[in-house]
């Protein structure tokens, strides 16, 4: 028999945001794949994923590497553990492919410009670098910059409560693409600092399709309004499937949860 599959968002979710995961949640984890098979579905792109949170596969006393599934850029890409207990690359959509050039380098200037309109507005936070991130199968728009540190980071973060800068920004560029005839895509708030854009579809519930005959379980932190954990939270909510947490240590509690409810069909 096949054994469900519990997938996790990234930032907020096992890790604080940016930051390795903790033992304490691989711990966790290293409980939960007795049980289930463990993914992480994230916006970021493989190598971020990487940095965050190789630890939990890799380290002694961690979750055994064939236990787990990495999903970057929102389940598009696919990265399975191998013989070796490194991980390939298995399946890759291509937004381009998807879109057309012509659409993509749309969406790429449009990104561009705002990027110039957000620093002309003088907001109260410092400028880093790595801005516009293309992923393949996401682009990621990020005003402050994904080399931000902490303390940058913070004043983004302030500055967009404040002002509800990317929402509005959101709002522009859809406009923008529509002015220009580029359809069939999709934005999300991504984390707290960033902008997803992505083909139609391609939103998290595109892992559900690496996994057609198994149980699926969701947790995330951004299930809420334009967050980018939604549409897979929505997705399994009905089937009582779906958590929304708020940190790494609520995560812990969930999973708690989740072995639990595993563990009590598998007797029943």
């Not at 493989?46 to 389940?75: A, F, I, R």
């Not at 998807?98 to 957000?118: P, R, W, Y």
């Not at 880093?128 to 991130?133: E, W, Y």
Request: aromatic letters at 8%; glycine letters at 8%; a negative charge.
């Amino acid at each position: 028999m096949n054994l469900p599959v519990v997938m996790f968002d990234m930032d907020g979710t096992l890790t604080l945001p940016r930051k390795k995961i903790g033992r304490q949640i691989i711990r966790k984890l290293r409980d939960l794949s007795d049980v289930a098979q463990i993914g992480i579905v994230t916006g970021s792109g493989y190598d971020y994923l990487v940095q965050q949170c190789q630890e939990m596969w890799y380290d002694v006393g961690s979750v055994p590497v064939d236990s787990v599934v990495l999903m970057p850029c929102n389940g598009t890409q696919l990265y399975k553990p191998s013989p070796s207990r490194r991980f390939e690359l298995v399946h890759k959509a291509d937004m381009r492919e998807e879109l057309g050039n012509d659409s993509v380098d749309k969406i790429m200037a449009c990104l561009i410009h705002m990027q110039f309109l957000h620093m002309t507005k003088d907001p109260s936070h410092s400028y880093t670098g790595h801005f516009v991130s293309y992923r393949d199968s996401l682009i990621n728009w990020c005003p402050v910059g994904r080399n931000a540190n902490d303390d940058q980071r913070s004043g983004f973060i302030d500055f967009d409560k404040e002002t509800n800068c990317r929402i509005k920004a959101k709002d522009m560029i859809q406009k923008y693409l529509m002015v220009h005839d580029v359809s069939n895509v999709t934005l999300a708030l991504g984390g707290s600092t960033s902008i997803d854009i992505f083909p139609t579809g391609w939103d998290k519930t595109y892992a559900l399709q690496h996994f057609p005959d198994r149980e699926c379980w969701f947790v995330g932190d951004s299930c809420r309004d334009e967050g980018n954990d939604r549409t897979l939270y929505e997705e399994l909510r009905g089937s009582r499937r779906a958590y929304e947490t708020t940190c790494p240590a609520k995560t812990i509690e969930i999973i708690d949860d989740i072995i639990g409810r595993i563990q009590g069909a598998t007797c029943s």
